[in-house]
């Protein structure tokens, strides 16, 4: 079952309507395929034209759809051969961030990403998706063990941010987001990051600082939740639309401004609605790009990524 969002009301109705034509024809043997069929047709076209024109603070509740496709499932449909790698040999196991060697068609790569969870158990078990300071310091090491095996990184970065709680702080979070995003910028093996979801504040930097940048269509990445920033310029967080539509978190106003490098399209309706079709699009585009970067040498790599990111705004 499909979880609606408030804006797809009109299409639930619709498609409410016939699954009860469906039960109809069913239990009385009643013909009414065509107006099944008539309803399906409508049904297709309001889905398509209502995410055709969709605002930033819809693209948000999109972004964060509770069916909406996670790192595991990624994993599942566009990679193999995942192999995990835990721990950070200073405190523990963040189940938050994730990662390991993995197989996108024939290339072998180190695949991380955050990982939300798709119940209340395993969002719990995950954190939610926000990293803790040992989850950082695991991507660390993972990267640097990728540029010792020179294998290109790719990261799948879904987070709202990285974790706020003053356990985290005291363990040190600040100075680990510092050392990912370093990491992330020294590598000299080609690294691909991809927006899936959210994509929040250092939290997200810190996985995505990366020679190409893609986003998903109906993804969002900004400093700071919408909800925050209403909260701070206008104390209170019912403003969160008009946030969203001054900072230009989605996809398509980032491609604008050359904060990322290429839009990955997904399935009429968002990747919740064919998450399979949404991995093999996100797939296919991380191929190409792992390939363009190939054959490019270390330095090459360091300077090509620093200047991208000194480029923006400039």
Not at 20 to 43: C, F, M, P, W, Y
């Amino acid at each position: 079952m499909i979880s609606y969002l408030d804006f797809e009301k009109p299409v639930a109705a619709l498609e409410e309507r016939i699954t009860q034509l469906r039960s109809v024809n069913a239990l009385h043997d009643v013909d009414v395929a065509s107006e099944i069929g008539r309803l399906e047709t409508k049904s297709i076209d309001l889905l398509a034209s209502t995410y055709a024109s969709l605002t930033p603070w819809q693209k948000t509740q999109v972004a964060r759809h509770p069916q909406r496709p996670h790192f595991r499932d990624y994993v599942a449909q566009a990679f193999t051969d995942f192999v995990p790698l835990g721990g950070d040999r200073l405190y523990g196991d963040d189940l938050a961030i994730m990662g390991g060697f993995a197989r996108l068609g024939g290339r072998r790569v180190m695949l991380l990403g955050h990982e939300k969870g798709n119940d209340t158990q395993s969002r719990i078990r995950h954190n939610f998706g926000m990293g803790k300071p040992e989850g950082y310091r695991k991507a660390i090491r993972l990267m640097e063990m990728a540029s010792r095996f020179g294998l290109p990184v790719v990261t799948l970065v879904d987070t709202s941010g990285a974790f706020p709680g003053i356990e985290a702080e005291e363990r040190g979070q600040a100075e680990a987001i510092a050392r990912a995003t370093e990491a992330c910028l020294a590598l000299e093996v080609p690294m691909i990051a991809a927006i899936v979801g959210e994509g929040g504040s250092g939290g997200a930097v810190a996985l995505a600082s990366a020679n190409r940048v893609l986003m998903m269509e109906h993804a969002v990445y900004s400093v700071i939740s919408p909800e925050g920033c209403a909260s701070i310029l206008w104390r209170t967080s019912d403003k969160a639309a008009d946030a969203a539509q001054a900072m230009k978190v989605t996809a398509q106003d980032l491609k604008r401004i050359n904060v990322i490098d290429r839009i990955v399209k997904e399935p009429v309706g968002g990747a919740h609605r064919d998450p399979a079709a949404a991995a093999r699009m996100l797939g296919t585009a991380l191929g190409e790009e792992i390939d363009g970067l190939a054959g490019k040498s270390g330095q090459q790599l360091v300077t090509a990524r620093e200047a991208r990111f000194l480029a923006i705004g400039g």
